[in-house]
């Protein structure tokens, strides 16, 4: 028989990994913090220090992942990581008054500007580096969701 506390952290775990794809929440800290509250509860002694140990790991990863992925895929297409902080901190401006596309367009657009600043005006290498960006920043979301589906589904074998 599930437990109340199992069955909420369970619930919780579920919420976080949903929660990747809106911006800003640290789905991947929190269920770390799910995961061992609940080990707390047991005193540790379910679902085993080892295997929370794991679920730690794999979820602060997600979330590390979800930080890094913009900055990463802007630099591998060519933007600077001036540019790629700058727009991050544009795409988080942008947050408030277009949601979560806000981030994207802030991210995307200030890449292409600066990329075209930076090439003389060639379009294509600006729109190039501006996609790479974007795509990175999108891609983090799935690859958070699936990392924290992961930790979900290894946590409730693990307490059933």
Same mark, same amino acid.
């Given at each position: 028989?599930?437990?109340?506390?199992?069955?909420?952290?369970?619930?919780?775990?579920?919420?976080?990994?949903?929660?990747? &794809?809106?911006?800003?929440?640290?789905?991947?800290?929190? !269920?770390?913090?799910?995961?061992?509250?609940?080990? #707390?509860?047991?005193? &540790?002694?379910?679902?085993?220090?080892?295997?929370?140990?794991?679920?730690?790991?794999?979820?602060? %990863? !997600?979330?590390?992942? +979800?930080? !890094?992925?913009?900055?990463?895929?802007?630099?591998?297409?060519?933007?600077?990581?001036?540019?790629?902080?700058?727009?991050? %901190?544009?795409?988080?401006?942008?947050?408030?008054?277009?949601?979560?596309?806000?981030?994207?367009?802030?991210?995307?657009?200030?890449?292409?500007?600066? !990329?075209? +600043?930076?090439? +003389?005006?060639?379009?294509?290498?600006? /729109?190039?580096?501006? /996609? #790479?960006?974007?795509?990175?920043?999108?891609?983090?979301? &799935?690859?958070?969701?699936?990392?924290?589906?992961?930790?979900?589904?290894?946590?409730?074998?693990?307490?059933?």
């Amino acid at each position: 028989m599930v437990t109340l506390a199992a069955g909420l952290a369970i619930a919780l775990l579920v919420v976080w990994t949903a929660s990747s &794809f809106v911006p800003l929440v640290p789905g991947g800290v929190l !269920a770390a913090l799910t995961v061992v509250g609940y080990a #707390y509860t047991t005193g &540790f002694a379910e679902p085993g220090l080892a295997v929370v140990v794991a679920l730690v790991v794999v979820s602060l %990863l !997600a979330s590390a992942a +979800d930080l !890094a992925s913009g900055m990463v895929s802007g630099r591998l297409g060519g933007a600077s990581t001036r540019t790629v902080v700058l727009g991050t %901190l544009v795409g988080i401006a942008l947050l408030i008054p277009l949601g979560p596309i806000g981030i994207v367009v802030g991210l995307g657009g200030t890449v292409f500007l600066a !990329a075209l +600043d930076e090439h +003389d005006g060639d379009t294509r290498e600006a /729109a190039r580096q501006a /996609a #790479y960006a974007m795509v990175g920043a999108l891609a983090s979301a &799935f690859v958070q969701a699936v990392l924290l589906a992961g930790v979900t589904v290894a946590f409730a074998l693990a307490v059933l």
